[in-house]
């Protein structure tokens, strides 16, 4: 039974190696043509790029797709939109659970629903030319909070849940207000889920493709997607530069996914657990 189990065990990790090297052919093939010359890179295959490496891709990437200003760009959203949208998800997510009225409860779901509810850009370029915030960075950014809030408030909503009711009594006994109760008490509490939301926030509105490419209409605004995109426009013969601005494209991307995993995981599996 045991070497059952043991063989059982080593053909599943085969298995999953089998699936993660599958998985790893597109980022291969995309780093090792970054790496390449313009002829030696028009045959897009698994090849080694040979010596000398071709480190000036990545430099003639920065300097003619405007790198610097589209990654300054899609910081700013970035952030912006992690900051407002965690930050009023937590809020949401401790009135809606420690008051269950019907008010509330529809309150919630309603605004959970607009984790299914497609998006009207129509719709959406009209409120924001009525607020004179369309080709603005605050409009991108509250437009990014308001796609993310319903999931994280939902996300979160799960970890408030299970913080005992008992803490929020003695904070008021000890002459604790509203405010004071949430961001000293409760706040802390919701680590693992404010970690989750912060990292699942930042990825999802750095990949965001289709909002800034109708809201946005200046080139000089544009996040890091759009210059990809308007880059391969311009030289989409020359697979070596396409293929060096996708790798730093997404560097961010892949850095804070590495930082945050953990805390993904284990935010989720915390979260399926106490929600």
């Known amino acids: 039974m045991h070497q059952t189990r043991k063989l059982q065990a080593i053909i599943s990790n085969i298995i999953a190696w089998l699936f993660s090297a599958i998985c790893l052919i597109p980022l291969l093939l995309i780093l090792f043509n970054s790496l390449k010359d313009k002829k030696a890179s028009a045959a897009m295959n698994l090849h080694l790029p040979r010596i000398p490496i071709q ?3 990545f430099v003639t990437v920065v300097e003619k797709g405007k790198l610097l200003t589209s990654f300054r760009n899609s910081l700013i959203y970035s952030a912006g939109a992690v900051v407002l949208c965690v930050f009023l998800a937590a809020l949401a997510a401790y009135v809606l659970s420690r ?3 019907r008010i509330n409860h529809f309150l919630y779901m309603f605004l959970v629903l607009g984790i299914t509810l497609p998006i009207n850009y129509v719709a959406l370029t009209k409120v924001l ?4 915030l369309n080709n603005t960075a605050l409009g991108i950014i509250l437009l990014y909070t308001a796609m993310q ?14 913080v005992p009711v008992e803490l929020d009594e003695a904070g008021v006994i000890d002459g604790c207000g509203p405010h ?3 961001f000293l008490i409760v706040f802390p509490m919701l680590k693992p889920a404010i970690a989750t939301a912060t990292v699942l926030t930042f990825l999802n509105t750095w990949n965001e493709f289709v909002s800034p490419l109708y809201f946005l209409n200046r080139s000089e605004q544009w996040p890091m997607t759009l210059s990809v995109y308007n880059f391969f426009g311009m030289y989409f013969k020359d697979w070596n530069l396409v293929c060096a601005d996708i790798v730093l494209t997404s560097l961010p991307v892949l850095l804070v ?5 953990k805390y993904i995981v284990s935010g989720m599996t915390a979260g399926a657990v106490k929600g």
């Open 129 to 132: 030319q009525f607020l004179h």
């Open 180 to 182: 004071s109760l949430f």
């Open 149 to 162: 809030l319903p999931f994280m408030t939902f996300l979160i909503h799960g970890f408030v849940a299970k």
């Open 55 to 57: 480190w000036a891709n």
């Open 99 to 101: 008051n269950q009225t």
């Open 257 to 261: 996914y590495l930082l945050g995993q």
